[in-house]
């Protein structure tokens, strides 16, 4: 079972207007953090913004802000007054615990499968 | 901020060649790296996670005879492409970052493979 999925391959916004990326994920760890990521054409991948799943209120960073809806297993990232320099591809992530005998690992990110925001002059 | 290294960015390679891929925590330890493949416009896929001083663990359906990855230090992890085929040409990005939940990834720049 997938367990991030975003399920807009590709959303446009007009520059200076705001924009939301969906996201959903599904866990039975009660840690867990979650985390979004740009990839601009040339390849790297950008940190953006992390919510833990103990945060009481929603993370912000800058022009990014994480609209995180645990029942509902959501973490939106909303993009405030958008630029040109915005259009990427956009990936939200999870760490989740791995019990490795006696305590709890937290390793991997799992990947959704991506957006591609195009910002539009 | 942490910083990951990854040399080369771009490589080239004929059919039955081997092609090896660096990937350095600069200003870190990081016990545990993550190799992740991503084909154009898709999502990264975990290949294997690599932990300093031991053997690599790998995800299903990655061949571990193919993609050898070695952590000799806890600032160098290295994926090696062995006898390369074309179906092998992708975009390879390694990550590092400390085992807390609450913490980002950070990830190379990427190395993309072309084979020949």
């Known amino acids: 079972a997938q367990k991030i999925t975003q399920t807009q391959p590709g959303m446009f916004v007009q520059e200076k207007e705001a924009v939301t990326l969906d996201c959903t994920y599904d866990?039975?760890?009660?840690?867990?953090?979650l985390f979004w990521y740009k990839q601009p054409s040339s390849g790297e991948m950008i940190f953006l913004i992390y919510?833990?799943?103990?945060?009481?209120q929603n993370a912000t960073e800058g022009r990014y802000s994480l609209n995180f809806q645990k029942a509902r297993k959501s973490a939106n990232l909303v993009i405030s007054a958008s630029q040109l320099g915005d259009s990427a591809m956009y990936f939200c992530?999870?760490?989740?615990?791995?019990?490795?005998?006696?305590?709890?690992?937290?390793?991997?990110?799992?990947f959704g499968q991506g957006t591609i925001l195009t910002v539009h002059p | 901020g942490a910083v990951v290294s990854q040399h080369p960015s771009r490589v080239i390679c004929k059919s039955g060649t081997s092609v090896k891929i660096e990937c350095r925590s600069l200003?870190?330890?990081?016990?545990?790296m993550f190799w992740y493949r991503q084909f154009p416009k898709k999502s990264l896929m975990l290949m294997a996670t690599?932990?300093?001083?031991?053997?690599?663990?790998?995800e299903q359906g990655v061949e571990k005879d193919k993609f050898l990855i070695n952590h000799a230090s806890l600032t160098l992890s290295t994926l090696t492409v062995t006898s390369a085929h074309p179906e092998d040409s992708s975009f390879y990005i390694c990550?590092?970052?400390?085992?807390?939940?609450?913490?980002?990834?950070?990830f190379g720049n990427g190395t993309r493979l072309t084979v020949t």
């Open positions: 992530a999870m760490r989740e615990g791995v019990d490795i005998g006696g305590g709890t690992s937290y390793g991997k990110l799992t």
């Open positions: 690599s932990n300093e001083g031991s053997k690599a663990t790998y």
């Open positions: 990550s590092a970052g400390t085992g807390s939940y609450n913490s980002p990834l950070h």
């Open positions: 919510q833990g799943s103990y945060d009481q």
């Open positions: 200003d870190f330890q990081a016990t545990t």
């Open positions: 866990t039975s760890d009660p840690s867990y953090g």
